[in-house]
């Protein structure tokens, strides 16, 4: 081992604590321990365990801090580990948000979809053979209309939806609607209707409770004048076109925006009470990855010209994924400021330690150190505490991820969308964080050590 990292852990260790210190930390250990053992044993149920695992951790890392460093020392740790925590769990809930959110989308919306300009596509049985031979990773390709309406049960009040017609032979190969129904099956929706039965129709789980519908009801889907074709109307009157269904299944995604709003009846029954003929709205796709669904996208684009607008996934949702993106980017910004505001409390302790060993500092040099060991010396010393913060704030902010993973906080869904919160902790976002500290921390020593390194020893012995 190096004289330098010898003599800048000797600065850094002040030997062993006291009695007292050691019985603060065995104490929080066990109330770090017992609380963690509460609340996980009653899945994230336990309050009383929820709050004896903080206060454990919280005070586990301050006495064992103490216990082996000076109080300047730690206080200039425990500033690096608590914003070390606090970016670590931003940056999962975040992530979290940014997955929720991506798996909500693509769970009831497939990864490429095909509109036309104009409102005449009738030739989607064609776009949908070019679309098979476009890539050989589409997976599945299906028709659709996606339309507003209105729906009402019995004499209760009438709600604006959203339909889509789909072709049932095919939904599950698109879409992953069956992972989220709650009641019912997709498979309803094959069935068609004998003489004198209603077709089927799925439904979101809070429209269903809004309208009061369950499994088995009937339905009235009534088609705004804008989404029906005038000529079709008899000459006593233009009423818009109405039709009942029977309600064959309910979902929930999770995602308060499609289970608010979103209906699904066979594709059939859509262009009946849509009115416009045998035409679609559009043609959807199903890619077996994800990320090459924008490269498809554009290749479809290509092949099927100007007539046509091809979107993939993201670029449907661009608004809401560039917000959660934007969020996360300033997050991360003011977070690590706040890491950076910590390292001020390590420069202070730094310059203090500084000239306090300024006679240690001449001895040195005057046995031969030289002035870039010296620098050396305190860079190493920095770094410990900056390594040390950083290992304490990534262990409480993992803890607590898990921690607020198994507690289940909910959220209102009419605000923020999803009824959980979500966390996915990434390990290369983990890597980042510890990165940034440890960088930072680096940058925190140039100043101090600089200073040691530029004391002669003439400086450091003429008033000893």
């Not at 070390?84 to 999962?92: F, K, N, P, R, Y």
Request: net charge neutral; charged share 20%.
């Amino acid at each position: 081992m190096s004289y330098e990292v010898r003599i800048g852990w000797r600065y850094l260790y002040r030997g062993v604590g006291s009695r007292k210190l050691a019985i603060g930390l065995v104490v929080s250990a066990l109330l770090g321990l017992v609380g963690g053992t509460l609340f996980f044993a009653s899945d994230g149920s336990s309050g009383f365990g929820l709050l004896a695992l903080a206060a454990g951790m919280l005070s586990t890392a301050v006495f064992a801090l103490l216990y082996v460093f000076s109080v300047f020392t730690t206080v200039s740790v425990l500033g690096v580990v608590f914003g070390v925590a606090a970016l670590t769990v931003v940056l999962s809930v975040t992530t979290g948000f940014q997955q929720q959110f991506r798996e909500k989308v693509l769970g009831v919306n497939a990864h490429v979809i095909i509109t036309k300009n104009s409102n005449d596509f009738t030739e989607y049985k064609e776009v949908e053979k070019l679309a098979w031979k476009i890539d050989d990773e589409v997976r599945a390709v299906q028709p659709f209309i996606f339309v507003e309406m209105l729906v009402t049960r019995g004499k209760g009040d009438v709600s604006g939806v959203a339909i889509k017609g789909v072709d049932p032979e095919r939904l599950t190969k698109v879409l992953d609607l069956h992972k989220h129904m709650i009641a019912g099956s997709v498979a309803a929706l094959k069935v068609r209707p004998k003489q004198g039965e209603l077709p089927p129709i799925i439904l979101g789980k809070v429209l269903a409770q809004k309208i009061k519908a369950d499994v088995g009801d009937e339905l009235t889907v009534v088609a705004p004048l804008s989404n029906v074709n005038m000529t079709d109307f008899s000459s006593k009157g233009s009423a818009p076109k109405s039709r009942r269904f029977r309600v064959a299944g309910i979902f929930y995604s999770g995602f308060d925006e499609y289970d608010r709003r979103l209906m699904y009846i066979n594709l059939e029954d859509a262009m009946e009470l849509w009115g416009q003929g045998n035409q679609v709205l559009g043609v959807e796709l199903k890619v077996a990855d994800v990320e090459r669904a924008d490269e498809i996208a554009d290749k479809l684009e290509d092949a099927l010209g100007g007539a046509y607008v091809v979107q993939d996934w993201n670029e449907l949702n661009r608004n809401l994924f560039t917000a959660l993106t934007l969020q996360k980017i300033v997050l991360l910004i003011i977070l690590t400021l706040i890491i950076a505001v910590a390292t001020f409390n390590m420069v202070s302790a730094l310059t203090l330690m500084v000239i306090d060993k300024t006679r240690e500092i001449a001895i040195l040099k005057s046995m031969g150190a030289t002035s870039t060991g010296i620098r050396s010396l305190f860079v190493v010393v920095g770094l410990a505490i900056g390594g040390v913060g950083t290992v304490f704030g990534l262990a409480i902010g993992l803890t607590l991820c898990e921690v607020v993973d198994r507690y289940n906080y909910k959220l209102d869904p009419k605000v923020y969308l999803i009824d959980q919160l979500p966390i996915s902790v990434a390990p290369k976002e983990v890597a980042i964080v510890a990165a940034i500290t440890m960088l930072i921390s680096g940058f925190a020593t140039l100043f101090p050590a600089s200073k040691a390194s530029s004391l002669t020893p003439v400086e450091g012995l003429r008033y000893d």
